[in-house]
């Protein structure tokens, strides 16, 4: 009986929380000594060496419209008044709205067969961020959190996750780590951030800075180096006496806050340092500049970097939801959008990073392909449009197809759950990989049932 | 097939094993001190497990570590510098249990239990901005029933019972009721079936209600017809509203639930597989009630319990707390008895058994290890955890060291959460995943304590109380200071190796300048020895020892 409850519990329950115990020990912050932080930093040892894959979301918050982008209807009343272009493929058209985009389709796949179970804001966000329903008491961690978790490197300068203007508030739950913990949460930047208050008088790029990075207006440097020199050295003492998940999470928190603090990398959040006309032609606004800096944080090793849009003009939240006077809105979203994103896989491309960097566009759902009375488009979960493009995939080609009134997905219907499991094959991460979860049972990444993309793989 | 059987055979043994094992409740007088008896009795049998897995406890806790966690645990906050100095100086024997008395009849009582069981009741709050909005009503209506010492089955039955019917809990986010628990569900029968099986009686039903459990025994029509019993609760049908600021009713004639996707009716049920007869005109979430919060239902008493303890500890009995399943067997099964049994004897007086915890030997033993070698099976209970604080927690007890005092009315009652200082924190320091040993700190929660406006305020030397208090205090040098700062912060006095550490440090900063240079004037001096302060008031609030509960 007695070995018996000991073995259970070694590998049971509590066996993840002592893996993540031990890989914080082995990581130095459990017991390291009197100025370990400052020491670390003046090291400067951590390098990447062969580099790993990286994942950009591009969020469309409220829902993109599928027809009025990737799914032209030119021979069917649902198309609308908007035209279709060709691209530098030869067979393919897109929408007139995505100029810049069309000229560089051989990068480029637009999934238009997803069929997801919710058109509703809320859950729908839950539903794509996560590739699971919210349902029961399992907290399913956000996209970002899952990849960043497999692809990261521990103890690096710059955090595993960062999230660029987040509109958070149609589902705080769908931006989280869940069960991952803290130790996976995103690095928040960008005014939308907030779920309760918004600082709506924030320019853009005020607005991209990380908070509370420098020591209070009224403390020295010096003497801020002295504090933690000071506070490292107490606290060693109770790492040492009490150890366990929340303190070492703790060390570690602080240990990577302060490598942040004080390490050159966070240069990468200093805008400033790129030409002008690269700036320009990303776009002088949030999206724009979000973008530049994803470009920046992933060069620098970030795996996982989300970008928001928001919206264009006036409040920041759900722009995509085009229930009214669809057009005009989408031409004024696509304008921010089809430039940064054009411009993001260029410069990815000339820096050589574009085969390793996958760029994932999509919303919660997508937009009815019949127009309202209002001029616009309302949700529209049963087929819609999701694109990948960079790295990972075979550019250049579509993939599913919807009936030429956009009602109906032809054939090849893809799930939130599918689309998961394509973006983690696409980064060489196993999307039946296992997490402890906060149920106390394991959960795979993506769905068990999934069913990834294996066709548009590079 | 056969495990459904399997089940109904086990469910029933259990209620049998149970009635069984514990004499009744009516035929055993109380005597005065029930209190210390459970004490001893957990202490008992969480000895035995020692024995039998050769393990040797950690030693008692000194009167700061037992002061700073029982506050922290049943007030939610650490106690002030006054509190512990108070407690140090009481030299009577019984001053463990007499604080517990006092801070269960004090205010800071209900504020954090109303948080616990707001948190274990509505979790969608934490992330639904919409659920936020309805729980000043549902928040106020706990606060004043726990202030009340309404017992455990009365709060449930009156959740379970609630009058839906004309309410709204959008727009009557005010009123005193707990309908923010069914708005929070959406008012599904689905919703509110797993709800409250997981939370009352420990079972998680909903895998079942798309296919049958796959580790348990539960099949899909356990869950609807248990879900009916909730099925006859509708939004109020308005015209030019998307629907939710209608108000609610209930159809008493509404007695059945169509399975989705099916054909099949299913009548309500309870989980041991019996179908009620509902009084006409009445809820069926009335007689439901009375089948759940009755005295002879095992999983009701024993879910509560472990609940409880599982807060106390940072690890159920059973664990996760709301998991009871064949596969998941408590650690401690007769102390799970006892617990359960003493609480329905004490007629679901949760503060009974907060009593008796409190008072075990193994609640107050440390939390202190000589190294991470000598951790044991945390579910051997023979060290304290170490736990991490909630938001709320951890705010209070800033407010505590640093001297800040929000009122009541301002940080909790009816007000909606924007904008203030606490919104913002407790936005920022949340986390949704509510196992205490496993809480961890984010980056930007670190940043935010080594740089934000709260902490610096805090230990600025224009804006911080504690540290003007002490500054000024006649007759203190920097020893008395450094330990006052102790005080407030860890709630006990340094040791004599970190005295002198920082000691040497706030006098180093003072120091005289090396011959040939100018030497500092008296003013410079003491602005130089009051930001050396301030710097170990820093370090204190920034430490691990600080943001844990230990």
Known sequence: MSAAFKAESLIGRNSVSRRDWMRMAAAGVAGSSMSGWLEELAADTVAHKSRRRSVILLWMSGGPTQIDTFDVKPDHVNGGPLKPISTSVPGMQICETLPKLSRMMEHIVPIRSMSTKEGDHSRGTYHLRTGYLPQGPVHYPTLGSLLSNELGVENSRLPNFVSISPFRRFNPAAYGPGFLGPRSSPLIVGDGGRVVFPDENATYEQSLQVRNLDQADDVTLSQADRRLAMLNDFDSGFRRSHPGTPTASHASAYSQAVRMMRSHAVKAFDLDEEEDTLREAYGKNQFGQGCLLARRLVERGVPFVEVSLNGVQGNQNFGWDTHSNNFEAVKTLTSVLDPAWATLLNDLNLRGLLDSTLVVWMGEFGRTPRINGSSGRDHWAESWTTVLSGGGVQGGQFFGETTPDGMKVKDRPVSAADLLATICHAVGVDPMGQNMSNVGRPIRIADPEAKPIMEILA | ?550
């Open chain 2, 1 to 550: 097939m056969t495990g459904a059987y399997r089940f109904s055979c086990c469910f029933i043994a259990v209620i049998g094993l149970c009635l069984t094992a514990e004499p009744s409740a009516a035929e055993q007088p109380l005597t005065p001190d029930d209190v210390q008896k459970l004490a001893n009795r957990i202490d008992d049998l969480i000895a035995e497990k020692w024995k039998e897995n050769d393990v040797v406890s950690t030693s008692p806790s000194d009167d700061a570590e037992f002061l700073r966690r029982v506050w922290l645990d049943v007030a939610g906050k650490i106690p002030t510098a006054a509190d512990s100095q108070d407690f140090f100086d009481d030299q009577s024997s019984d001053k463990r249990r007499r604080v517990v008395d006092e801070l269960l009849n004090g205010p800071n009582y209900v504020v954090n239990s109303a948080n616990f069981w707001r948190a274990v009741l509505i979790p969608e709050a934490d992330t639904d901005f919409n659920v936020q909005f309805m729980l000043p009503g549902f928040e106020s209506w706990l606060r004043q029933r726990l202030d009340e010492d309404k017992a455990y089955d009365d709060l449930v039955r009156e959740i379970l019972t609630m009058p839906v019917s004309g309410t709204n809990a959008f727009r009557n986010r005010n009123t005193l009721n707990p309908i923010a628990f069914y708005e929070s569900k959406e008012i599904k029968p689905e919703n509110l079936a797993a709800a409250t099986s997981r939370m009352f009686l420990g079972i998680r039903i909903e895998c079942a209600q798309c296919h049958d459990h796959p580790f348990d025994t539960w099949k899909q029509n356990d869950f609807w017809g248990y879900a009916a019993f909730f099925a006859a609760m509708q939004r109020e049908p308005q015209r030019g509203s998307n629907g939710f600021l209608s108000q609610l009713k209930e159809l008493f004639s509404q007695r059945t639930l169509t399975v989705p996707g099916t054909d099949e009716v299913v009548k309500a049920t309870y989980l041991t597989g019996e179908s009620p007869e509902i009084p006409a005109g009445t809820s069926a979430r009335m007689t439901l009630a009375d089948w759940m919060t009755s005295k002879d239902n095992p999983y009701f008493a024993r879910t509560a319990a472990n609940r409880v303890w599982g807060h106390f500890f940072g690890i159920g009995i059973v664990h996760p707390v709301d998991d009871f399943s064949e596969l998941n067997p408590p650690s401690h099964p007769k102390l799970l008895d006892v617990l359960a049994s003493e609480l329905v004897k004490h007629d679901f007086d949760m503060k009974f058994l907060v009593r008796a915890i409190t008072a075990s030997r193994t609640y107050q033993l440390t939390s202190s290890v000589r190294s991470a070698d000598d951790v044991t099976d945390p579910r051997l209970f023979s060290r304290m955890s170490v736990k991490g604080l909630t938001a709320e927690q951890l705010y209070a007890s800033i407010g505590q060291a640093v001297g800040t005092h929000e009122t009541f009315e301002e940080s909790q009652r009816g007000r909606f959460q924007g904008g203030t200082t606490r919104a913002r924190f407790i936005e920022e320091f949340s986390d949704s995943n509510s196992e205490p040993t496993e809480r961890q700190t984010s980056v930007l929660q670190a940043l935010s304590m080594m740089n934000g406006r709260l902490i610096n305020d805090a230990t600025g030397l224009q804006s911080s109380r504690t540290l003007a208090g002490i500054l000024d205090y006649p007759g203190f040098d920097n020893s008395r200071r450094i330990e006052t700062l102790f005080l407030a912060t860890l709630n006990r006095r340094p040791r004599p190796d970190e005295l002198e550490r920082f000691v040497a440090y706030v006098d180093s900063s003072t120091a005289e300048e090396p011959p040939g240079k100018r030497q500092p004037g008296e003013k410079q001096r003491f602005e130089k020895r009051d930001k050396a302060l301030s710097d170990v008031f820093w370090t204190l609030l920034n430490s691990s020892e600080f943001s844990l509960n230990h």
